[in-house]
């Protein structure tokens, strides 16, 4: 990942989301106290975005490597132990931030839920963390003890909407949710079928298929979509993406606060990869063709 680049991006959106963000605390009554940090909230940002597309697997040998090596591009750095106090700053901008990075509607999506675990299941009972918050859910490769983050992406692999769930929320429900403003085709697994979910998507301009249950019968559907139907694994490829690059599963978190930050980061900094999976249209094409 470009650092220049990055931090220009985040720069730029800070100086304009900043004014907005003033202005609505001023509204509210409510405004900022005390002196600014040496180390600027777009700093931290590119700082734990950057993290998030390292071969580091924790934050604190990745903030090591940023005071020896990277002081000349930040030189107002402050203790490790003072920017993780300082982090809880960084989720408002942070979700901004991912807003403005949603991609392209392109009348193409897919859909897809992926277990964000936060505990081992035997230390579950011992887990103060996550209380009363994270739950156990079931995937295909067994139970877990946390959450859901669901989302939807275009052809391109960018992320049109994300929501995050307790582990026990069925994908089903959140569909209709994650699907506002979303128009054209929308392809899932078989957690997503439903009549009703169907129709009142259909009704919003959004149509969905859905791989079917063994005892369903076979519907007409046209070549194209029976392609992009089986595309849809092109989701699962982001899915595993966010978890083994952008790092954003893992159980180590202290607070829940800490953790919203790094999942945050994370899909911010998938966003900013320049090659995500992506289905060749033109291919798709090509086939259609051959097949007629």
Not at 108 to 121: G, M, W
Not at 158 to 172: H, K, M, R, S, Y
Request: proline fraction near 3%; charged fraction near 25%; hydrophobic fraction near 40%.
């Amino acid at each position: 990942m470009d650092l220049i680049k990055l931090y220009c991006s985040v720069d730029d959106f800070w100086k304009s989301f900043e004014q907005k963000w003033n202005k609505q605390l001023i509204d509210h009554g409510k405004t900022k106290r005390g002196p600014q940090p040496e180390l600027s909230i777009p700093e931290m940002m590119t700082i734990v975005i950057l993290f998030h597309q390292s071969n580091y697997r924790t934050f604190k040998h990745f903030y090591g490597y940023v005071t020896k090596y990277l002081v000349k591009e930040f030189p107002n750095l402050i203790s490790y132990s003072r920017f993780v106090y300082l982090k809880k700053n960084l989720f408002v901008p942070l979700f901004a931030y991912l807003l403005e990075k949603r991609g392209e509607i392109t009348g193409i999506a897919f859909i897809d839920s992926t277990s964000i675990d936060v505990c081992h299941n035997k230390r579950i009972k011992r887990n103060k963390v996550f209380k009363g918050l994270a739950k156990r859910g079931k995937t295909t490769s067994g139970w877990f003890f946390g959450f859901k983050l669901h989302l939807m992406i275009n052809e391109k692999g960018e992320i049109l909407a994300f929501q995050l769930t307790p582990g026990n929320v069925a994908d089903v429900t959140i569909a209709e949710t994650l699907s506002k403003g979303i128009f054209g085709k929308l392809f899932g697994d078989k957690g997503y079928i439903s009549k009703e979910l169907s129709k009142k998507l259909l009704k919003q301009g959004l149509e969905l298929f859905t791989t079917l249950r063994s005892n369903m019968k076979q519907n007409l559907m046209k070549l194209t979509d029976k392609i992009l139907l089986r595309k849809r694994a092109i989701i699962e490829t982001v899915n595993d993406q966010l978890k083994n690059i952008s790092q954003i599963e893992h159980t180590r978190h202290r607070n829940a606060g800490n953790f919203l930050i790094n999942l945050l980061a994370g899909i911010v900094a998938y966003t900013h990869q320049p090659k995500k999976p992506s289905i060749n249209l033109a291919e798709q094409h090509r086939l259609l063709l051959m097949a007629a």
